[in-house]
């Protein structure tokens, strides 16, 4: 199976964007924003993965069988996340 030919400039791009977004995290990690740090540090280091995956793991130039394999992970990693807010919220905490 032939490799998809990308472009050192897409390479580039992409490693620039990871760049910025840590150091968005980063100087977003001084700022107070009560419940919503957790929030926002996911919302990027969720954007942070999609970059990785789709250019430097080439997930944008593959079939359909690893496409479905990725949003099945997806979907798996958002039922985790909702049973683990579930459970946070249901608890009693007195």
Same mark, same amino acid.
């Given at each position: 199976?032939?490799?998809?030919?990308? &472009?050192?400039?897409?390479?580039?791009?992409?490693?620039?964007?990871?760049?910025a977004?840590?150091?968005?995290?980063?100087l977003? =990690?001084?700022?107070?924003? =009560?419940?919503?740090?957790? +929030?926002?540090?996911? =919302?990027?280091?969720? +954007?942070?993965? &999609?970059?990785?995956?789709? /250019? /430097?793991?080439?997930?944008?130039y593959? =079939?359909?069988?690893?496409?479905?394999?990725?949003? %099945? %992970?997806?979907?798996?990693?958002?039922?985790?996340? &909702?049973?683990?807010?579930?459970?946070?919220?249901?608890?009693?905490? &007195?």
């Open positions: 199976m032939a490799q998809p030919a990308v &472009s050192r400039k897409t390479y580039a791009y992409t490693f620039g964007g990871l760049l977004l840590t150091a968005l995290t980063t977003l =990690g001084f700022i107070d924003m =009560g419940p919503m740090n957790v +929030v926002v540090a996911v =919302g990027i280091a969720a +954007v942070k993965a &999609s970059l990785i995956a789709a /250019f /430097f793991m080439h997930a944008l593959e =079939g359909k069988l690893v496409r479905v394999a990725l949003a %099945g %992970g997806v979907i798996w990693f958002l039922i985790l996340v &909702s049973l683990t807010i579930t459970d946070y919220i249901g608890r009693r905490w &007195s």
